[in-house]
């Protein structure tokens, strides 16, 4: 079988995470979010979990050699043999280099690059509203989600606050982090031949529907 080796783009907020866990689902790909498994070290207070929770604290981009190791062993495992999407990895050009040498040196290389695509203001929009629930995690918004009473969370009764990440003076500064460091990535997958662009304004159902669309083609393609 062909393999589907992906990388996830987009600003924050533009619902990678959402398509992501789609995609491991209907694919069977693993997925790896850089986010979580870097907020796993932090529970953890592993060294890696240390030295990157004083970054994220700030909303500032955990450094490049604290990450690509983890990412590398995971690229490693067995279970990403037939592919793998990655989410929130490579965030900087230096970072899809080393993406790229390392695909190399395991004999593969990446299929494609898929942009979801999401204006500014709509990020602000999308992330502004968000409430999660202390005790779970439970995921609200003010806007397009919410609880059924203000501040609750429906599932456990328990408080609704704004995670660090969510709050606007964090917001901004991961916005401009996107502009400045991420978003040279979509001509550096341009120029390979390999980005993929999707318009994430629509629903969750119809961008996953397009996504998936998009992969059954590449994987025809690769097949012939
Ligand atoms: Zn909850």
Redesign the pocket.
């Known amino acids: 079988m062909s393999e589907l080796n992906l990388v996830l783009l987009g600003p924050p907020g533009a619902g990678k995470g959402t398509q992501g866990e789609r995609l491991q689902e209907d694919f069977r790909l693993p997925y790896y979010a850089t986010g979580d498994i870097l907020r796993s070290a932090v529970r953890g207070q592993s060294q890696l979990g240390i030295s990157a929770k004083e970054y994220m604290e700030r909303g500032d981009l955990v450094p490049d050699d604290v990450i690509i190791g983890v990412i590398c062993d995971q690229l490693r495992s067995p279970e990403a043999a037939d592919g793998f999407i990655l989410d929130g990895f490579p965030r900087t050009t230096p970072q899809a280099e080393a993406l790229d040498r390392a695909v190399e040196s395991l004999g593969k290389e990446l299929t494609a690059a898929l942009l979801i695509d999401v204006p500014e203001e709509e990020v602000i929009r999308r992330l502004g509203g968000r409430r999660t629930?202390?005790?779970?995690?439970?995921v609200f918004h003010v806007e397009f989600n919410p609880p059924e009473k203000e501040g609750v969370?429906?599932?456990?009764?328990?408080r609704?606050i704004i995670r660090d990440d969510d709050k606007p003076e964090v917001i901004r500064h991961r916005l401009e982090q996107y502009r400045e460091k991420t978003e040279p990535l979509v001509s550096y997958y341009e120029d390979k031949g390999l980005l993929r662009r999707i318009d994430g304004t629509a629903s969750p159902d119809e961008v996953g529907e397009k996504i998936r669309g998009l992969l059954s083609t590449l994987r025809m393609e690769q097949e012939t």
């Open positions: 629930c202390e005790k779970a995690g439970h969370c429906d599932v456990d009764g328990s609704l």
